[in-house]
């Protein structure tokens, strides 16, 4: 190979250094973001599990207190229609809220009302000292209250990695990485504490 045909590959090898070393830096965003963006569903996953692990109480609450005389109705209706409307929203749906604004707000709201719900029956029930020494109430109370300090500890972990995954998408150069691949590192929405979604029910009785 002579000087001339050498000289004309040094351009080639140039361009092909710059490929290879753009390609890496993509690569490594986007593994980073995939990355993120599972620890984020992940952590989701652990949301939806305390939700769940207070929607499977809801119906033994309901029929401990409806054995108390003369207790309000209304007030365990209120749980009941609550707990439905969050199983109105499909799993489907749920699973993927964390990039959809719309259903996100769908979720949390109605897992805020049937929180609220629950709030109100349990102060109700201060005005029925039966169900106030109903071993199976107390033990149900004392379920649903670790249920509710652990929702809040994990709509709190979840929105920590959110952040971190929206703040790291947003930037610069890792913004244009995600921008190639579409929906598939979509914002994540956040639970908003203005909305009651990291206060957890006071479920406290006294003996």
Known sequence: MNSGQSKSLVPIVIVLVVIL??????AAQYNSL?????AVEAQWGNVQNVYQRRAD???????????????????YTAVTEARAKVGQISPQDV?????????????AQAQNQLGSALSHLLVTVENYPDLKSNQNFLDLQAQLEGTENRIAVERRRYNEVAQTFNTSRSTFPTVIVAGFFGSQFAPKSYFQADAGAQTAP???FSP
């Open 21 to 26: 070393a753009l390609g890496g830096f993509v």
């Open 95 to 107: 699973a993927a809220a964390t990039s959809n604004p719309q259903t996100f707000a769908q979720y």
């Open 34 to 38: 995939v990355s993120q963006n599972q």
């Open 202 to 204: 006071k479920v406290q």
């Open 57 to 75: 109480l809801v119906p033994n609450l309901v029929s401990t207190v409806q054995g108390s005389a003369n207790f309000e109705k209304s007030t």
